[in-house]
């Protein structure tokens, strides 16, 4: 009944986009077990664990100093690298006996037919249920069960180091495993287990919808198999939809979905809004949680919130004013520049020659329009021609349609994001588009936030040793190094240094012919940039040397074809240029990747034989030229197409739907045969295998030159501001004991070096008197550059650390505030109207409290007009003479029971009038739900503000020798006593203006 004013209300047309169907997959067993499944690759590829150390990147030990957050220091200089290492060595032994317990029970659990295998769900379940301990005899056998559904559904058999990885994530900690190693199967270790627990789901977090979708066709495979359901969320989905997804025993999401999602069920205004599962007692999630590149998720975008927010009219002729005048002021003379914070500084001069321009008094001053002071939009302005760079920081959407963020770390636009509190518009009006509305934010929560509400979180990426003390004080996650499969044997070469960046790009490009870039037997190459300006660079100076190059980037038609581009990555002589982290998730195969490149090729034919109609072809990024192929696929496999194309089209006709498409595909594809399997699966299976078949034969050779080559050559020009980032480029080589190679090319005229060099770095330079072409290759400049390198990562992390306390300060509140917000929503007439009588008696008390004299008498006149104001229809039973003499309590005793009566009456009144007229009871308590939840988030925003401000004000206080976190502490506490009560006011305000004198005609809105 709510939902269409919910959505006015919060001005969000864009909420759930439009519906997608077909993503919620039911539970499906195969019925009868499969003879060919034991072949002799099933050897695991590693039986035991090395040692810890192999795998684990050095850990840096930090210096103190740098660390500006007390009990963070503390932390660090607790549990230092060594001792993190050794603890880990004792623990990864002990799990080791539970992976020989696991691999005990394979010739027992390989014995049980496919129904058996399955049974053994509910076989757990009930011994569960029954109070057996999941950590003990029956995790080892969940796992033995596991592995044998994944081996009998998709050929793969976890190794050894993967049971590992999946014994970490179940208990609770960060999985550090190599890329390549086989996360994605690793999850579904501790996801079947923690499904069994029947608390909440097991969730797997992914970065794109991309491999949420991909991991949830793929793993989803093997627990459908053993009976669980499995649930996925994309972006555009409906309600509808994403509440039955999370309903799953395992759901595949997005960290920015989840966030979203839990978002809006905070501003939903009926529990039927709602998406996400109920919180537990202690108001957290209940579900198991495994966070895939969680240093990216955890770490990196840490630092950005998720906002929700409505749109209100920007004053766009302040915005255009603010950016010519911004033209016209000097770097130097008006303003400075803080690159290190990211920030620009008006002096006196800025500011006394803006308000001679602008003809005001001062650039605070608050003019009558309510569009605030000049100051904020000069100083966007400024800051919007400083400090953010089209197509580096930004890109100008096509047609003019506005100003797309780039994200720093994987470089792609941000979809839908904004940079808020006006920057978004003064960017516009600096490229002389329409200046968009402003956004005023109603919800926000910061990765931080969001992912410690789980009671059971867990992750796993490639890279995370290097922030380890950061992700165990944050999350409470243990770093624990999983040893690789097979050794690693990629070569690490030291960095070269030149004194340009022109000099290193040069001599990048040189290195790229040496290694025979470009040409059909060379080796495959990797460039990693940090920025999109950079890739682009690169690719036309190569493009200039006549090689051409791959580019991964930005561009949103890049984005989408990234599976396509990494899947020939590996191919002879292929360069690929890449912003750092475009491509995570997907690996580099050496000679290429035969399954993906079959996948495209057969969707392409399919699409030409017309099994999905052009509406839903548009789902996806246009087919890959022929020349992508290896070769020519021949007349037999291209029969196979047409005969499945036909079964296909017989079998679903118009209906077929992309994400239906995409699901068959996987399962033709990735999948082994079943006994039921439908004749369109068999022929779609048999096709896709042909072409596959076809591609990996002429591949082979290919894989074998890139191997004598030295495999992938990972090439980096910048170092990033965080080593683990460039640890994670050079992880792209060396997959699964492959060959490979990592070298970086940089300069000191890199922005980190030119930044945060300082005098160091300029000595070194001139101590190397060196032309500009020749290469500084001493141990003394990669140790002044990792220095440099350090001091920013220890900028960051104390900035982090510094978000981290500030956040937890709004997260407290937030938590409070939605707790009560949650129980107002899910609550019944029965306790809406407990509520509603506290918020009168506390209400009553305000008024009385506020006109109480010294001496507890009491201004009787001012309480009654205030009366009036708030609780009209009491006004008229209150009689001045009634309460003259009384004190402050007994006045208080006396209103209450004046309130209270009339509240009461006025329900029954409602009730008896609903049954007449044949309606639902409880119409107050719904009005007053309703009322109290509008009332809560109109507050709420207003808070976030508020609080938005006061953390700029307390920052400022550090002049004044007053610690910005402790001051920001002691308000916030103030403004959100504040809230509460204006919530309340708001509340009864709002509902008592509904209530006319008993016995008046009622609206009949009910
Ligand atoms: N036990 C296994 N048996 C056979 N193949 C496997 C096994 N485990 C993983 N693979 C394959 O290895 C490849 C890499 O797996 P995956 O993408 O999960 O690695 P990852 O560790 O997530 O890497 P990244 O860090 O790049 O995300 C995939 O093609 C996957 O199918
Ligand atoms: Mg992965």
């Known amino acids: 009944m709510f939902s269409k004013s919910a959505i006015a209300f919060l001005g969000l047309s864009c909420l759930h986009g439009h519906a997608a169907s077909g993503y919620l997959l039911p539970t499906a067993q195969r019925a009868t077990p499969r003879a060919s499944f034991i072949p002799a690759a099933k050897q695991p590829l590693a039986s035991s664990v090395g040692p810890a150390s192999q795998a684990c990147p050095p850990t840096r030990s930090r210096s103190s100093t740098s660390l500006a957050m007390g009990f963070m220091e503390e932390f660090v200089a607790n549990r230092d690298a060594e001792q993190l290492m050794k603890s880990n060595a004792a623990y990864l032994s002990t799990l080791q006996t539970r992976v020989e317990n696991i691999n005990g029970l394979e010739a027992t659990i390989e014995e049980l037919s496919d129904d058996e295998l399955a049974a053994k769900t509910v076989e757990f379940r009930s011994r569960i249920a029954n109070g057996e301990d999941v950590n003990g005899k029956l995790l080892e056998e969940a796992f033995a069960v596991v592995r044998e559904a994944a081996w009998r559904v998709l050929e793969q058999r976890h190794y050894d180091v993967q049971l590992l990885g999946g014994l970490i994530l179940h208990d609770g900690r960060l999985a550090e495993m190599a890329t390549g190693e086989g996360k994605t199967l690793v999850s579904t270790l501790p996801c079947y287990v923690n499904a069994l627990i029947n608390r909440g789901p097991a969730m797997v977090i992914t970065v794109n919808d991309y491999l949420a979708r991909r991991d949830m066709e793929k793993m ?25 997804a999370y309903a799953c025993d395992v759901v595949y999401v997005t960290n920015a979905e989840l966030g979203f999602d839990y978002l809006r069920d905070h501003l939903a205004l009926s529990p039927a809004q709602t998406v996400l599962p109920p919180l537990n007692a202690e108001g957290k999630f209940d579900g198991f949680v495994v966070v895939d590149e969680a240093d990216s998720v955890l770490i990196d975008e840490a630092r950005t919130p998720l906002i929700i927010s409505k749109q209100v009219p920007a004053p766009a002729n302040k915005y255009r004013a603010a950016n010519t005048l911004a033209e016209n002021l000097k770097a130097g003379v008006h303003y400075e520049v803080d690159l290190k914070n990211k920030n620009i500084v008006l002096n006196e001069r800025g500011y006394k020659d803006c308000e001679r321009a602008l ?5 605070f001053e608050e003019p009558s329009d309510a569009s605030g002071a000049w100051a904020p939009y000069i100083i966007n302005a400024v800051k919007a021609k400083e400090l953010f760079n089209k197509d580096i920081e930004y890109t100008v959407l096509p047609d003019n349609a506005g100003v797309g963020i780039i994200d720093a770390f994987t470089g792609r636009v941000l979809d839908g994001r904004r940079w808020s509190d006006g920057l978004h518009q003064s960017i516009e009006a600096k490229e002389g588009i329409e200046v ?11 990765y931080q936030s969001l992912f410690r509400q789980f009671a059971r979180l867990s992750g796993m990426t490639g890279t995370a040793m290097s922030d380890a003390a950061e992700l165990e004080f944050t999350y409470g996650l243990r770093v624990t190094p999983v040893p690789t499969a097979l050794p690693i044997a990629r070569r690490d070469y030291p960095d070269v240094a030149f004194r340009t960046r022109d000099a290193a790009n040069k001599a990048l490009v040189k290195e790229v012919i040496n290694v025979g870039g470009g040409t059909k037997e060379g080796r495959p190459c990797l460039i990693g940039t940090t920025s999109v300006m950079q890739s682009e660079a690169i690719v036309s100076a190569l493009k200039e040397a006549g090689i051409q190059a791959e580019l991964l980037n930005a561009l949103p038609q890049n984005a989408a074809r990234e599976g396509e581009i990494v899947a020939q990555a590996g191919r002879p002589g292929v360069v690929t240029v890449a912003t750092n982290m475009a491509g995570r998730g997907t690996d580099i195969l050496l000679g290429g990747c035969p399954s993906t490149m079959a996948r495209l090729k057969t969707r392409a034919m399919l699409f030409d034989q017309g099994v999905l109609s ?27 197409i047409v005969g499945a194309a036909a079964s296909l089209k ?29 004749e369109y699966i068999v022929k779609l299976r048999d096709a896709a295998q042909a072409v596959k078949e076809i591609f990996q034969e002429k591949l082979a050779p290919e894989k074998e030159i890139v191997k004598s080559r030295g495999g992938l050559y990972v090439m980096g020009t910048n170092r990033h501001e965080s080593s683990r980032i460039d640890q994670q480029l050079r992880g792209r080589a060396g997959r699964q004991g492959d060959p490979g190679t990592s070298r970086f090319f940089l300069s000191f005229e890199d922005d980190m070096f030119v930044i945060f060099g300082g005098d160091g770095l300029k000595n070194i330079l001139q101590t190397f008197r060196v032309s500009d072409d020749m290469p500084i290759e001493a141990p003394q400049v990669t140790d002044a550059l990792n220095k440099v390198q350090l001091a920013v990562e220890e900028k960051y992390r104390d900035i982090r650390g510094q978000i981290f306390e500030f956040d937890n300060v709004l997260n407290e509140q937030r938590k409070i505030f939605y707790r009560r917000r949650q129980d107002v929503l899910f609550s019944n007439t029965e306790k809406t109207l407990k509520i509603m009588e506290g918020y009168n008696q506390q209400t009553v008390m305000d008024i009385v409290k506020a006109q109480t004299n010294e001496d507890e008498s009491v201004k009787v006149e001012k309480v009654i007009e205030k009366i009036g104001q708030f609780f009209p229809a009491v006004l008229p039973v209150v009689i001045a003479d009634d309460m003259s003499g009384m004190k402050k309590d007994e006045v208080v005793s006396f209103l209450n029971v004046a309130v209270e009566e009339i509240f009461n009456a006025k329900v029954e009144e409602l009730e008896k009038k609903a049954k007449a007229d044949g309606r639902a009871p409880g119409s107050l308590a719904r009005s007053a739900n309703y009322i109290t939840l509008v009332s809560m988030d109109n507050a709420w925003s207003d808070h976030l503000q508020n609080m938005e401000n006061l953390k700029e004000n307390v920052f400022l206080r550090k002049y004044q020798n007053l610690d910005p976190a402790d001051e920001y502490k002691r308000e916030s506490l103030a403004l959100f006593e504040g809230l509460l009560d204006k919530m309340r006011l708001n509340t009864i305000y709002s509902l008592w203006q509904s209530l006319s004198p008993v016995g008046a005609p009622q609206p009949t809105n009910g």
């Open 436 to 446: 968009s509305e402003q956004s005023k934010v109603i919800a926000k929560v910061t």
């Open 359 to 363: 003809g005001v008094q001062s650039l």
């Open 650 to 678: 017989k079998e679903f006709g118009k209906e077929l739907t992309a994400i239906k498409f995409d699901e068959l595909l996987t399962v033709a594809t990735d999948t082994t045969e079943g006994e039921d399997d439908p």
């Open 220 to 244: 989803g495979q093997v627990h459908r198999y053993l009976g669980l359901t499995v649930g996925l969320i994309q972006a555009g989905m409906k309600e509808e939809e994403r509440r039955k």
């Open 614 to 640: 052009a509406e839903e072809q548009k789902f996806y990024p246009p087919s890959p030229k022929d020349d992508y192929y290896p070769c020519e696929i021949d007349d037999d496999a291209k029969f196979m």
